[in-house]
């Protein structure tokens, strides 16, 4: 099996992007509907608690699609590598109930 999977190639590609910049999605977990302006501020908070330990957080923030129908946020470290510690350590994290997904951003 030569060159692996599609999951290989994804992280691949993961690995050549060199940023301090991550998004972090499935916020919503299966509710199909934005956060409110309540539980932004409260996601946001848990958010800070759950990445700030890994290193200084230069932009954090959590917005609702043009939709309504899902969340994400947008978090930058003043390095590129806390950013990949970030995803090796909080890549399925859960966040109140939620497992979320980190990756750098594109």
Known sequence: DKGGG???QQQQ??????????????????????LSVVEI?????????LFEPVGAIR???VK???DNRYSFA???YET????EQAIK???QAEVLGKKLKVYKER
């Not at 501020?41 to 608690?49: A, D, F, M, Y």
């Open 13 to 34: 590609q993961q690995d050549d992007i060199h940023t301090s910049k991550l998004f972090v999605t499935n916020m919503d977990g299966n509710v199909h509907r934005g």
């Open 74 to 76: 947008f978090l930058e």
């Open 59 to 61: 932009r954090l923030a």
């Open 80 to 83: 590129e590598e806390q950013a």
């Open 89 to 91: 350590q909080l890549d």
């Open 41 to 49: 501020e409260l996601l946001e908070q848990e958010l800070k608690k």
């Open 64 to 66: 609702r699609s043009k």
């Open 6 to 8: 599609l999951e290989d």
